[in-house]
């Protein structure tokens, strides 16, 4: 069973900036951050597998920047230029699959979740 703590969500103002971080119990070969606003379906913000290039979900590529420390087995997302529909509770998902989507069905392992929220 692999665990994951996200930490580092906060209230910040628009423009500003954020990481948040997931360390896992153990080395697991993809992890991705994923996203759920009030009211919506949680979506991807991106992912690493292995030793692949990240992958970013389209409208946030420039502002976020995701990143891992095999050696701490821990995953960050740093936000910057941060916009009020950047509000939701963002979730670390890792899974041993080695190609996932950046979809949640294709991911198993989820943490509680980090609050992120974001004022104009």
């Known amino acids: 069973q692999v665990q994951l703590v996200e930490s580092g969500g906060g209230s910040v103002r628009a423009g500003g900036s954020l990481r948040l971080s997931c360390a896992s119990s153990?080395?697991?070969?993809?992890m991705a951050w994923f996203r759920q606003a009030p009211g919506k379906d949680r979506e991807g913000v991106a992912d690493?597998?292995?030793?692949?290039?990240?992958r970013y979900a389209d409208s946030l590529k420039g502002r976020f920047s995701i990143s891992r420390d095999n050696a701490k087995n821990t995953l960050y997302l740093q936000m910057n230029d941060l916009k009020p529909e950047d509000t939701a509770l963002y979730y670390c998902?890792?899974?041993?699959?080695?190609?996932?989507?950046?979809?949640?069905?294709?991911?198993?392992?989820w943490g509680q979740g980090t609050r992120v929220t974001v004022s104009s």
């Open positions: 998902g890792a899974t041993s699959r080695l190609f996932p989507a950046l979809k949640p069905q294709d991911y198993l392992y």
């Open positions: 153990t080395y697991i070969g993809s």
């Open positions: 690493i597998r292995a030793d692949n290039p990240p």
